[in-house]
């Protein structure tokens, strides 16, 4: 695209600080694909230019048009007013402003700039328009009133739009006002078209909400059941292993009572013999064993073996008995110790049962807590706003998806008005 005014000169550099061509081209070669490496190396390069160099308003431009390529609008918006403020007539400088308002979704200042440029337009007589600007400008500003009057209808006063686009279609040609309509209608048949696309894309996420809502109420219905039946299930397992504990503790203690009686009537049974015993053992007389005590046996010692002997014949049936009944006792209280180890088994066997019974309920109320928010979120209606939903509909409202900035365009021209230099 040319421009409307002729360029401004620029003043004598030395040979050391290059050409204003070189320098856009190295802008360009910096800052040509979008990246944080590539917008560093641009912006260095830009700010360690001569202060000459940076001040041309085609070099300000030349940054523009990287910081727009790099995507940093809000950087690029105060270098388009300098840009602008030195090329006011500048229809590419004007119309990067307008994309770049539009594009960051801004509707007060874009419109303020269409009214400008419509100004500007009554300043410039057909007669005075170049024919490649003026076939531009009318076919981007169709694109813009397209894009205001589709994917930003609900956001400007239909009358108050009608009213600017009249008023600046009205400032070109017949054949212009022609490039006008057709670039507006194309704008508005292709938002039409992925309006379609988009309502499309939200009824098919709609339905598999509605697909997955359905599955997920079956599936939470289902989990719901089993856990019911868990929940049930563990509560007849333990009162079943309970009333098995409680038989079995009854059954030993009921053991335990028995062998508990037949100790205390073994006991009953020991303790006169144990007395008879002592009884006999104290009957006792001492006796001289010549082989022990080197003394010579008298007729009192005979008399008292004799006797001794005769306690002995009586005692032997006595301690026999005894030791028989302490035998059996040592038997029962074998069997009393066994089932009280059984016992105590038992009892530790019921202590970890309800230790694992309470973490399985602990598991279950878990479970039971995460179907009751599944119940609540699934009683709400589908809505079908997915992520991609969500993010197409955001690209149905940008500026870009209908109107790309033509960088290569403006990189050729400039570079090619820098050439003229």
């Not at 105060?78 to 119309?95: C, N, T």
């Not at 005075?128 to 609900?154: V, Y």
Request: charged share 25%; aromatic share 6%.
């Amino acid at each position: 695209m040319t421009s409307l005014v002729l360029i401004a000169g620029l003043p004598a550099m030395s040979r050391g600080e290059g050409t204003l061509s070189a320098e856009a081209k190295r802008l360009f070669e910096l800052g040509g694909s979008p990246s944080v490496q590539a917008f560093l190396a641009a912006q260095n390069h830009y700010d360690a230019l001569p202060k000459a160099v940076r001040d041309h308003a085609l070099m300000q431009y030349t940054y523009c048009l990287v910081l727009i390529r790099q995507k940093r609008l809000l950087e690029v918006e105060p270098m388009l007013e300098k840009a602008a403020s030195s090329r006011p007539q500048d229809l590419s400088i004007w119309q990067a402003k307008i994309w770049s308002h539009l594009t960051l979704g801004e509707r007060a200042k874009a419109i303020e700039e269409l009214a400008r440029f419509d100004r500007k337009l009554l300043s410039q007589p057909p007669a005075g328009r170049n024919e490649t600007d003026a076939g531009e400008a009318a076919e981007f500003c169709g694109k813009i009133f397209g894009f205001l009057a589709g994917p930003w209808n609900s956001r400007l006063h239909a009358a108050d739009l009608d009213k600017l686009r009249g008023e600046v279609r009205s400032q070109f040609e017949s054949a212009d006002q022609k490039a006008f309509d057709q670039a507006e209608q194309e704008v508005l048949a292709e938002y039409e078209r992925l309006h379609g696309q988009h309502e499309q894309l939200g009824q098919e996420a709609l339905d598999e909400d509605r697909k997955q809502l359905q599955q997920s109420r079956a599936e939470l219905l289902q989990a719901a059941t089993s856990l019911l039946e868990k929940q049930q299930s563990l509560t007849d397992k333990n009162a079943k292993r309970a009333n098995e504990l409680k038989t079995k503790l009854a059954e030993i203690d009921g053991k335990l009572g028995k062998l508990q009686k037949q100790a205390e009537t073994l006991l009953q049974k020991i303790l006169p013999l144990e007395l008879s015993r002592e009884a006999l053992m104290s009957q006792f007389l001492p006796v001289n064993v010549p082989l022990l005590t080197g003394k010579r046996s008298t007729p009192a010692d005979a008399a008292a073996f004799r006797y001794n002997f005769q306690i002995q014949q009586l005692l032997a049936p006595v301690v026999s008995q005894l030791l028989l009944l302490q035998g059996e006792l040592a038997q029962v209280q074998d069997a009393m110790f066994e089932l009280q180890w059984m016992k105590n088994t038992l009892a530790f066997q019921r202590g970890q049962d309800a230790s694992k019974i309470a973490m399985k309920k602990q598991a279950l109320q878990r479970q039971q807590a995460k179907v009751d928010r599944q119940g609540k979120r699934l009683k709400a209606a589908p809505t079908g706003n997915t992520v991609e939903v969500r993010s197409d509909a955001m690209r149905l409202r940008l500026l870009s998806t209908y109107v790309e900035f033509p960088f290569e365009r403006e990189k050729q021209r400039v570079l090619s008005m820098l050439e003229r230099q």
